[in-house]
């Protein structure tokens, strides 16, 4: 089933201050696409000097859901008001029984392999992630594609030939 989401209301349970900073996301075009997954809207955001925020929202059975990478300590943050904004300026269809990435079944495995992940500063974990894809070109691949870069740098690119 189809429901609608009152942005003034959002807007309201947001605040001032996380309105103002989705309104900047806005204006500098954040989040650039919406997609559909799970009944909800996800999408990346970028901010200037920061890692992309991974963003999802939705209507669950607990009310509007957010889930994002940023490290807000509020529900609502900029990155969810300036998502559900686009989605809402592109009439995005909502369903009424949304399913979260995060409620999606992971291979125990998995999970384990990223928890370890999460508790290495993001620095070595990027570099770790770095060593592999330099020397794997499908990890290379995978790399550039995850961060929207699907064209690798050839040695003459780089060289400025």
């Known amino acids: 089933m189809a429901v609608s989401i009152d942005i003034d209301a959002l807007r309201e349970a947001a605040g001032a201050d996380v309105c103002a900073a989705a309104d900047r996301l806005t204006v500098a075009g954040e989040p650039a696409e919406v997609h559909p997954l799970g009944g909800g809207a996800s999408g990346l955001v970028r901010e200037v000097g920061q890692p992309s925020y991974e963003v999802w929202v939705g209507v669950t059975a607990d009310g509007f859901t957010v889930e994002c990478d940023c490290a807000a300590d509020a529900d609502l943050c900029p990155h969810a008001v300036a998502l559900t904004a686009a989605a809402l300026a592109d009439g995005f269809p909502w369903s009424s029984a949304a399913t979260p990435p995060s409620w999606a079944e992971i291979d125990p495995r998995i999970a384990e392999l990223a928890d370890l992940?999460?508790?290495?500063?993001?620095?070595?974990?990027?570099?770790?992630?770095?060593?592999?894809?330099?020397?794997?070109?499908?990890?290379?691949?995978?790399?550039?594609?995850?961060?929207?870069?699907?064209?690798?740098?050839?040695?003459?690119a780089m060289d400025g030939s």
């Open 117 to 156: 992940a999460r508790a290495l500063p993001a620095r070595r974990l990027a570099a770790l992630v770095a060593e592999w894809a330099a020397t794997d070109p499908a990890w290379e691949s995978r790399l550039r594609a995850q961060a929207s870069q699907a064209a690798p740098h050839t040695a003459a």
